[in-house]
Each structure stands twice: as C-alpha cells, then as structure tokens.
C-alpha cells in the first residue's frame, strides 16, 4: 500500500554544515529540477535568507525517488532552520516527521547546535541518520567525525554516508538511506481526521494556508474541519502538495504532508501547533502541540516619522501568524508617541524581524533597546515582572530584583579556551566545569546573565574565536542582582525609549558607552546638544555634540539653483530616518545602534 512508501523527514545540522546544499541536491538528484533552475538554493527563498545565508523559515517540498528495491517512494522533506535563536520552528518542523538525517561536517565535526538538533529530535523520537558532509575539503577527518559522533552523541555511524553535498558525492546513499531507515508514516485513514498544523502563513493568492502532517484519517476539498484549539468551523477549499511550489491534488491521507486552505479569513485562526479535525466526525483529543515558546528579549518597535501606526500593527499581525514566538502589545513612549512592546527569542529573531518590517512591509521604524525580563519585589510586598525599562519602580520602592540566568555550552578548539574565558568572565559568567570532547575541542559550561548574552555576545565569541567556537543556551532560571536604571538624556530631556537595565557594576561603562556612541551617530545641530547619562539623579556620563556654524545653503551664494536643489534633497534623504526627539534628530537607528559596542 502506498503508505509504505512514504518518508516524512527534516534535515537537521549545526549552521554551515551543508544542511540547505544537501537539500538542493537531493532535490535535484531525484529529477525535479533541472541544474540550470538550481542556481541558487530552493529551499532558502526568502531574501533575507539568501544574504544571511541561513534558513528562518521552514520550507516542505516533496521528492518521488525510485529505490534500488524497484519501487517508488514518496519523500517529503521539510527543512529546518539552524539558529540557536530558531530552534522551536526546528521542533516544529520535527513534530510532523518520522526520521531526521544529522548533517555533520567532515572538517567541523560535532557542534553545539549538532547537539541541541539532536535533542529535540530525540524528544520526538525521531530516527535520527548521521550524514559526514563535505568529504571534498581537504581538512575533512571523516573517521575521526564519525568516532565523535559515536562517542559525543551515541549514535552507530558504521554505515553513515561519508558525502559531500557541494560536488554530489554519494547521494544517492543518504536517499536508500532515508528509504531503509526513516519509519514509514502510521495511521488510518478511516480514522476521525487529526492533521497537525506545522506551519500557516497569507499567500496573495489562496488567502491563509496550513501546512500539515495528517496524522490520522483524511482531508479533500469540501471537508468541513474544525479547529481542536479555537472550535471554529471552515470549509476546505482546496489542498495539495509542495512539489515544489504548490501543487493541488484530490485527497491527503493520514501520513502525508501537505497543505490545507479552507475559508480561513483571519491567519489567528491557522495557528501553529493546531490540530485540524473534521466538524462532523471530531478526533477525541488534539495532537499534542509543540514546544511552548516564550519571548527572552523584549523591544520596543515604533512607526518613523510620518508611518502610519495602523500599518506597523497590521505587518506585525501578519509575521506573527507564522512566527509563534513573535509576540506584542500596544505601548506609548513619551519620545516616540505610540507603538508596541515586542517580544523576541533573541536578538538575531529581533533583528529579523526588524528588517523584515523594512523589506516586505516596506515601512520605517524605530528600534529601541533590547531587554531581558526582569522581576521585581517591592517593598510593600508587590511581585511582577518587567519587560520595558521604564516600568522599573523607584529604587527606594524595590526590596529585591531577579535577573535571568542562562545554562551555556560553548564549545572550542583548546587552543581558545584562555579567550572565551576572559569574555565570559566580562560578562558576569559564573563557569561551571569543562569537557573534553576529542583531544583538541572541550564544551566548557557556563551561567550567564541573558543580559549579558543579549549584548552581541555572539559575535564576540566569534571574533575571540576566529569564529571556531559555537553556542548554546537555555533558560535556567532567575537570580537576585543588583540592578540599576540607566537613564539618557538629549538636550537635557529624558528619552525613555533609551533607558536600559543594567548590573550596578556596568552601568558606568555602560553610560559612558552609549553617550560617546551617541555623540558620533547623532548630527550637529544649530545649537550645542549635550547628551548625558544618569542613574536617578545623578549624571555618571556626559558628552557634547557642537553647535554646527554654517547653514548648509551659505555655500551657495544664491546663484546655482539646481545646486542648491540637490543639497535640499540631500538633506532631506538624510532626513528620512530621522526621529525628532525634543528639539533633537535622532537617527532611527541609534536605539539600537548603542548597543553594540565590542
Ligand atoms: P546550512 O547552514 O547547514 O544550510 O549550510 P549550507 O548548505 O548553506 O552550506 C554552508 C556552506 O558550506 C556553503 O558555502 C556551502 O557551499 C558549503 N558546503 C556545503 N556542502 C559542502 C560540501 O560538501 N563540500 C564543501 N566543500 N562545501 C560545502
Ligand atoms: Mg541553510
């Protein structure tokens, strides 16, 4: 029966394994695109992802293969994406799968997020085929890989395809592979209709679609389904395959992947994790959903000069549909008038999300600086928690604060332990113990404060790395710290939307930092602008933008109109991501600007 010859699997890697080349191939190996319409990867098809390199959004295509048994399977492959800050859209697409091929490459070997993919992959029980890649480099150790593999993750690579993804070495391997080892799909389709919602987004043209994996019974055209979380009833329209690209068919069945679009008006009603059943013959209990996900950074977005803030709301209403761990809520800055509070999982999600806005909504926003949660106990007895700086009460009102922790691993050739050490301590660490993983590499584990983490530790721990070491983290928990508001003010005005919390300790540095960042990304004006930065009442930094002398039109002497009209224009582009602030022009992004500073 057909069902037999169905695979449902995700690729999962740590980032530049060659999770996104090996996809393409095996795409392109099983007939479906010729290699003139490969040039660029398939399955990264957002721009964003292209330039960065990197998979945000997950992608589902389907490949027929003819086995070496003689038969024909049917494959479908949904990629993942290899950010630590994108691992619950990885469990998401792991949920809908049997088996998970583990790219790793030949010259990396293990990596954190190898590791991080392979636990959740084992959350879901997954299969889980380990893949050497990259075989052609010269400084591929292939065996030695495949030993870490076995001894780091315990997984038996006697029979592991040893590849390379880039030149087209050997795939054919890893598609018998998938064929022998990855569990067919189980189910009935007579069975009440249970099909889990992996993924829904808007598509100009069909209006709001569900990816799913139908896990039991079936779903066509005409089917009137409910959805199990919300009880709300709609009448399928069409559903089909991603081939890729989508194509319709009559009919999905349990085990298969596909997609769904019924009269769904609204995308809050195709929610991620969602299990779709039909009205009149109801499953008992929903699929269990995913990974609950929880925003850790918290910013405020805000509409630029003369943006309509109905369409910030729209564009956020619209991201959020297929993005569970985007989340926000209507907030007011005195600087920036109103916007909302955002909540990210860290700061690439953020910034992401940010570009975004820019490219696909075309709007202009300001940005304002990142925090963590925090949680506060008031002297009379109040607990809470405190997403937005300026919400921090008075200090002589605060009895305690708590901070969150993260579990670290970082791991690292030998050969950099000194600096990770010496970045970590920087950043309030508390260093818990250290592991030899070969001869060479060791995972050292560390608490950090997210706060600490939020601040480009990332790409700090590359540069100090040659970009060698990889990370990754997890909640721990909170921990009482003594916590500082660190207020900017411009012109002698408070701009709320800079305030930050900070560690007592930091917060000198902190202010003098972002004083002198603002001093260089802020334009002179007609008069002098002191910029300064204060805990309560008192200043504990200060610098001073000079008044600029010349009116950029005196060059002119009058005469050279079209002269002057260019400078006008000028000026008036430079404008444009300006945000008034008092009677100062901020650039828009100096909110987040400051905050980078190693
Ligand atoms: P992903 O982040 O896991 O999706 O990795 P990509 O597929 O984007 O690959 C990362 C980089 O490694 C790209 O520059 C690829 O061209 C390169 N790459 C992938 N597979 C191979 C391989 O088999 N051999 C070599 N030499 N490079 C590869
Ligand atoms: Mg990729």
Known sequence: ERRSRVRNFSIIAHIDHGKSTLADRLIQSTGLITEREMQEQVLDNMDLERERGITIKLQTTRLIYKAKDGKEYILNLIDTPGHVDFNYEVSRSLAACEGAILVVDAAQGVEAQTLANVYLALEQNLEILPVINKIDLPSARPEEVKKEVEDVIGLDCSDAPMISAKEGLNIEDVLEDIVKNVPAPKGDNSDPLRALVFDSYYDTYKGVIADVRVMDGHIRKGTEIEMMATGKKFEVTEVGIFSPGMVPIDQLNAGDVGYVSASIKNVKDARVGDTITEAKNKADEALPGYKKVTPMVYCGIYPAEGEDYNNVR?????????????????????????????????????????????????????????????????????????????????????????????????????????????????????????????????????????????????????????????????????????????????????????????????????????????????????????????????????????????????????????????????????????????SVEVPQDAFLAVLKFE
Not at 465 to 486: I, N, P, Q, W
Not at 558 to 576: A, V
């Open 314 to 582: 729209d564009a956020l209403e619209k991201l959020q549909v297929n993005d569970a761990a985007l989340a926000f809520e209507a907030e007011t800055s005195v600087a920036l008038g109103f916007g909302f509070r955002c909540g990210f999982l860290g700061l690439l999600h953020l910034e992401i999300i940010q570009e975004r806005l820019e490219r696909e909504f075309d709007l202009n926003i300001v940005t304002t600086a990142p925090s963590v949660i925090y949680k506060v106990a008031k002297t009379n007895g109040e607990f809470f928690e405190i997403q937005n700086p300026t919400n921090m009460p008075d200090p002589q009102e605060i009895e305690y604060m708590e901070e969150p922790i993260v579990e670290a691993s970082i791991m690292t050739p030998t050969d950099y332990v000194g600096p990770v050490m010496e970045l970590c301590q920087g950043r309030r660490a508390e260093f818990k113990n250290m592991e030899y993983l070969e001869e060479t590499r060791v995972v050292m584990h560390y608490d950090i404060p997210l706060n600490e983490v939020i601040y480009d530790f990332f790409d700090a721990l590359k540069s100090k790395t040659k970009g060698y070491a990889s990370f990754d983290y997890e909640l721990k928990g909170y921990k009482r710290s003594e916590l500082v508001k660190l207020d900017i003010l411009i012109n002698k005005e408070l701009v709320d939307a800079f305030s930050i919390i900070a560690h007592e300790d930091k917060a000198y540095e902190r202010g003098r930092m972002i004083t002198e960042k603002l001093k260089d990304v802020i334009p002179r004006h007609m008069f002098a602008v002191p910029i300064q930065a204060s805990i309560g009442n008192k200043v504990i930094a200060r610098e001073t933008i000079r008044a600029l002398r010349k009116d950029v039109l005196s060059k002119c002497y009058g005469g050279d109109i079209s002269r002057k009209k260019k400078l006008l224009e000028k000026q008036k582009e430079g404008k444009k991501r300006m945000r008034q602030v008092g």
